[in-house]
């Protein structure tokens, strides 16, 4: 080993929250972990709705309890169907006291969530952070070796690819994706409103998408405004007065007045699947491994259940003697991951398109999958379990 090369058991690529989770949870098991990840500073003002599982197990790393302050709970999440269309669904109302939880989980911004993980990674003796990007990534047939982009060579025997959506990575493994642009954007910002939120989510379903109102603390709420890509551009270059009425008009002003806080985003739109989760020594977590739109909130709560099963297939392995990137392994956590990353990635294609869809047949099977929902509580107490973790995964 010269100056310039140092050994790892695993490196992970990539300081998002998926990243930084994974390298957490990775040295927690005993690992000796590299993160290799650009210390910028956050630049969206994107929150993320964390469901129960995703926050267990922050509470689990010790991340939770230093950012738990800056979250909402969500306790009834509302579904209203404004596409007004001849054939409307029901309003589906699910309450988290239905399924006897406190919350479902909770809301924060992901400035505060990373700011807390990034806290304490910054703690973990056996977790060493590179604040550089990989330059070059080459798996071999007994490590993978990770070249930086100030020359440092950092050698493992498993790579963690949490590097994104375009992610170096995968490449790296050679594992191809499947994408699908759905030429829609998601348009973020944050409101304050008049009127309390009451720990409500309201998600209103339009013919272009749906336009989400997530609680934060006090009378505030972040928005997801789904449409199609030109509307989001329209809406996204409205003056601050503009977008505050519009959106106190398609929120039917059930926050009273609002006023939007300075800063928005625009997201393109897209479903991404590898064929892949892991290959070559490279497993990969968080959007690297799946891009979903923002419906029903899934995006980070998969990734925080991609690397919690990263760390305990690997910690397990290496706790036996085995090597954490061997073909193996990396075949239980691809297995550990395709059923529920599939099931999902499905589930909201579906509930995506049938909005979208014009055909009355479509709209009338919609509005009897609602019907079902509003009308019918076993289905609607499985559909509230399901949307929290998978439940074959669950540990009651
Ligand atoms: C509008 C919107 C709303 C959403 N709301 C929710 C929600 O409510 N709940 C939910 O669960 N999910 C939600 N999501 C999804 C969630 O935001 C994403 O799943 C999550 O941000 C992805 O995190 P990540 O760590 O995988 O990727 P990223 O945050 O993209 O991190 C990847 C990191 O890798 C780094 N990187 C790239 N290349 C290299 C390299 N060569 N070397 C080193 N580092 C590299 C990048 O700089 C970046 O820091 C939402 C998404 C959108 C678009």
């Known amino acids: 080993m010269n100056n310039a090369s140092q050994i790892y058991d695993i490196v992970v690529i990539g300081g998002g929250p998926a990243g930084l989770t994974a390298a957490i949870a990775l040295a927690g ?48 999440m509302r579904l209203v169907d404004d596409t007004g269309r001849l054939i409307r669904s029901p309003e589906v109302r699910f309450s988290s006291q239905e399924i006897g939880l406190e919350q479902f989980g909770y809301n924060i911004d992901n400035r505060s969530l990373i700011a807390s993980l ?80 009451n720990n409500i989510s309201t998600e209103f379903h339009t013919p272009h998408g749906p336009c989400v109102l997530v609680p934060l603390p006090g009378n505030r709420c972040s928005v997801v405004w789904v449409q199609a890509t030109k509307e989001a551009e329209r809406l996204m270059a409205l003056s601050d007065d503009e977008l505050s009425d519009a959106t106190e008009k398609q929120s039917h002003s059930i926050l009273g007045r609002i006023r939007i806080e300075p800063g928005r985003n625009l997201f393109p739109l897209t479903i991404e699947s590898p064929k892949e989760f892991a290959s070559h020594r490279v ?60 099931s999902r990635t499905i589930a909201i294609d579906i509930a995506n398109r049938s909005l979208l869809n014009d055909f009355l047949a479509v709209q009338s099977l ?20 399901e949307g929290l973790a998978p439940t074959w995964k669950r540990v009651s």
């Open 29 to 76: 098991t005993g690992a000796r972990v590299a993160l290799l990840a650009r210390r910028t500073p956050y630049t969206d003002n994107r929150t993320t709705a964390l469901l129960g599982a995703s926050v267990d197990l922050l509470e689990r790393l010790d991340v939770w309890p230093r950012c738990r302050d800056k979250a909402a709970a969500l306790r009834t």
């Open 283 to 342: 497993a990969l977590v968080g959007e690297s491994a799946h891009v979903l739109p923002p419906i029903g909130a899934q995006g980070l709560n998969m990734g925080l259940r991609d690397a919690a099963d990263i760390a305990d297939i690997a910690g397990t392995a290496m706790s036996q003697g085995e090597d954490p990137g061997a073909p193996q392994v990396l075949a239980r956590y691809q297995s550990a991951r395709r059923a529920d990353v599939a």
């Open 366 to 385: 919609r509005a009897a999958g609602m019907h079902l929902l509003s009308s019918f509580g076993p289905l609607r107490r499985l559909a509230m379990r």
């Open 118 to 197: 990034e806290e304490r990674a910054a703690e973990l003796p056996n977790l060493t952070r590179h604040d550089d990007e990989a330059a070059a990534i080459a798996p071999g047939d007994a490590e993978v070796t990770v070249r930086t982009g100030q020359g440092v060579v950092l050698t493992a025997r498993l790579a963690v690819g949490a590097d994104g959506r375009q992610s170096p990575s995968r490449t790296a493994a050679g594992i191809e994706i499947v994408r699908r642009d759905l030429h829609q954007s998601a348009l973020t910002f944050n409101i304050a409103h008049s009127h309390p939120h």
